[in-house]
Nanobody, 125 residues
């Protein structure tokens, strides 16, 4: 059974950086596309970034984070990462990682079948 566990959230001042990690306890991490989503209070969960499972695969970003966030993965460690730089107060949310088997790299939350429990990111102004 695949389980995703996020870590690395916290409180940071605007302009600061955080790196989120998503550890996968399953044995098929390398066959899964990984995505990061976020949900702010009173808002719907929204797409942040996604990466395919193959080495050198394409990455996708929401316009609001493009140029500031970087998604990556280490298949040997069964871990995906989200490096977040130049953080803004509007980035405050619970961040979730998600996984789906296959070659496609979805950006829609309904296309992901496995979810972590989330980690809180708070950016103060």
């Amino acid at each position: 059974q695949v389980q995703l566990v996020e870590s690395g959230g916290g409180v940071v001042q605007a302009g600061g950086s955080l790196r989120l990690s998503c550890a996968d306890s399953g044995r098929t991490f390398s066959n899964q596309a990984m995505g990061w989503f976020r949900q702010a209070p009173g808002k719907e969960r929204e797409f942040v970034a996604a990466i395919g499972w193959m080495s050198g695969s394409s990455t996708y970003y929401a316009e609001s984070v493009k140029g500031r966030f970087t998604i990556s993965r280490d298949n040997a460690k069964n871990t995906a990462y989200l490096q977040m730089n130049s953080l803004k107060p509007e980035d405050t949310a619970v961040y979730y990682c998600a996984a789906v088997f296959g070659l496609r790299v979805p950006v829609g939350k309904n296309e992901y079948s496995i979810w972590g429990q989330g980690t809180q990111v708070t950016v103060s102004s």
